[in-house]
């Protein structure tokens, strides 16, 4: 009789699926990732395989261990998969294998140099401005309404483009809209920057030729080692910031509509200690931490005791109340 749980601990997933799939696209000292062979994807690479277990995080969403790798991948029975891994003779499928040259993931890399030289003006400019007397409100909003630190604003360089909630700008080209500004910094780099307007139906918008979709805000700042306290929104991520600083890594998706983490973030989520979720008290807001939940074992979703989101909670009942909460849950994930 095949020792089952034997037979588990002797083998590497990412082994298997590397001499079913061939060389992966992104690998790390934690996971690898390939295109899923099982929604015949062909831009992207969804499927991230582990030491021990593997899942696709595009269209199809299936998942296993190893067994359930050969059965799956080679179509067999529980007990034919087991057997054959218990003998070491495999079979091989080569035409399930995506022979494809693997192409770039755009929403992984930041715009180009010449966006990058613009933007950079755009965030010095609005940084300069919401300290000086054209800024005195935004700057207001940020400490009375956000309850945020001068520390904190200043090292997350907030700015303020002046004019009415409608209003846009133009620098160089590129489309600026009016209000508070939030740098997204992707490896030393700019992806975009998000505007917080002062009115309006759509409250957020970015800076045309940016783009944040797939990536973290604040993921620069992610120490491995730490526990990492994901929010939904960005001024939630600074509070939890401010609050837990050096105790906790603390990044934000932006928007329950950008759950998909692009793969270039995912080694930095694996080598946390562990992942507080903490979305939004709405529909949205669940269905975001369920999907974030998939990425890792190490994941635990919690929600604030009272209002929508953390920035809520911090200003219903104060700092020293969201301190505790905050190292509470923190302990009891570990």
Not at 35 to 61: D, I, M, N, Q
Not at 256 to 272: E, F, M
């Amino acid at each position: 009789m095949i020792d089952i749980e034997a037979l588990k601990r002797k083998l590497d997933c990412r082994t298997l699926v590397e001499r079913d799939l061939g060389k992966p696209k992104y690998r790390t000292s934690d996971y690898s990732s390939f295109r899923c062979p099982f929604h015949c994807e062909h831009k992207g690479y969804s499927l991230v395989v582990y030491a021990t277990h593997w899942r696709c995080f595009g269209k199809c969403h299936v998942g296993g261990d190893s067994i359930g790798w050969v059965q799956r991948y080679h179509e067999l029975s529980f007990q034919q998969a087991c057997e054959h891994l218990a003998s070491g003779a495999l079979p091989y499928r080569a035409e399930r294998a995506v022979q494809s040259e693997p192409e770039p993931n755009p929403r992984a890399e930041p715009p180009d140099n010449q966006w990058q030289k613009t933007a950079q003006q755009i965030v010095q400019q609005a940084t300069e401005r919401l300290w000086s007397s054209e800024g005195r409100r935004a700057l207001a909003y940020l400490k009375t309404k956000r309850g945020l630190s001068e520390g904190i604003i200043a090292t997350a360089q907030l700015g303020y483009i002046p004019g009415q909630p409608n209003e846009w700008n133009k620098v160089e080209g590129l489309k600026v809209p009016c209000g508070i500004t939030i740098p997204w910094y992707a490896d030393g780099a700019l992806c975009g920057i998000k505007v917080r307007r002062a009115a309006g139906e759509q409250r957020y918008q970015q800076v045309s030729g940016g783009n944040v979709r797939g990536s973290l805000y604040l993921a620069d700042r992610i120490k491995p080692g730490l526990p990492l306290f994901l929010t939904e929104g960005e001024f939630d991520a600074l509070t939890a910031w401010q609050i837990g600083w050096g105790k906790v890594s603390v990044a934000s998706i932006g928007s329950a509509s950008n759950r998909q983490i692009n793969l270039r973030w995912y080694g930095k989520l694996i080598a946390s200690a562990r992942m507080l979720v903490c979305m939004d008290s709405d529909e949205a807001g669940e269905k975001a931490a369920a999907e974030i939940a998939t990425l890792s074992r190490a994941v635990t979703i919690i929600h604030v005791p009272v209002a929508k989101d953390l920035n809520e909670f911090y200003l219903t009942v104060g700092q020293q109340l969201v301190s505790e909460w905050l190292k509470r849950v923190t302990e009891l994930a570990l």
